[in-house]
């Protein structure tokens, strides 16, 4: 069974307070995203990575770096956390192949940043 | 840059037909989904069409393409209780390198 894992369903941090959240997957996956996800805006997409040590910003990158150190593993880091960085985060992978292939969601990290 | 736009909410009665609607922007979308999210969980693809179709049924669901008007649609037949979530639709193009734009979703409430 496939699957995206990421590592906390809820995190609560302070503001300023420098955060990490991990997601692993075990398809052997090229591609892998990060999406913030908030009522009303839908999904949004922060960062995203064809392969290791690659980057590619999104839409809203600003307050956000990755890191993509193993094929398997992307992190999203928030170096200093702000109240507005309060939200739902997704991560989600597929493969980097031409043509339809489907993308996999983790189950979210809910971070509130109090 | 590229939008996809879809209406917020929709509620129907539990035996009733759902049709929830999309328009998308990007002529050169080669690819449509429809993702559901059920409350605290990820997001699951429910199903896709080509740019090329016109139409794809899947048991009680059907997609419905007018690429001329880019707009899209999914009909759920026989909308029960379980089907409640928030439906995404979202494209991309066909390049491995391309990323998945959403809309905004719609929240589907079915009640008894």
């Known amino acids: 069974d496939v699957k995206v894992t990421q590592s906390s369903r809820y995190l609560v941090k302070r503001t300023g307070e420098k955060v990490f959240l991990e997601c692993v997957q075990d398809?052997?996956?090229?591609?892998m995203f990060w999406y913030r996800q908030d009522p009303g805006l839908g999904l949004r997409l922060i960062y995203f990575?064809?392969?290791?040590?690659?980057?590619e910003k999104g839409d809203i990158p600003e307050g956000y770096s990755v890191s993509r150190e193993k094929k398997e593993r992307f992190s999203l880091i928030l170096e200093s956390a702000s109240t507005n960085q309060t939200s739902m985060y997704l991560c989600?992978?597929?493969?980097?192949?031409?043509?339809?292939?489907?993308?996999?969601f983790g189950q979210g990290t809910r971070l509130t940043v109090v | 840059g590229e939008d996809v736009e879809q209406s917020l909410f929709l509620s129907v009665r539990e035996g009733d037909s759902s049709v929830i609607n999309c328009t998308y922007t990007?002529?050169?979308?080669?690819?449509l989904y429809w993702y559901k999210q059920e409350p605290g969980a990820g997001l699951q693809l429910l199903t896709y069409?080509?740019?090329?179709?016109d139409m794809k049924q899947d048991q009680r669901l059907t997609v419905l393409l007018n690429k001329k008007d880019k707009h899209l649609s999914l009909r759920i037949a026989d909308t029960q209780t379980g089907d409640s979530a928030i439906y995404f639709c979202?494209?991309?193009?066909?390049?491995?390198?391309?990323?998945?734009?959403f809309g905004k979703g719609t929240m589907l409430l079915v009640s008894p």
């Open positions: 979202a494209e991309k193009g066909d390049s491995g390198y391309s990323t998945l734009t």
């Open positions: 069409i080509f740019s090329n179709m």
């Open positions: 989600a992978s597929r493969l980097r192949g031409q043509g339809n292939t489907e993308a996999f």
């Open positions: 398809m052997d996956h090229e591609n």
């Open positions: 990007d002529s050169s979308s080669t690819y």
């Open positions: 990575s064809y392969d290791v040590k690659m980057k």
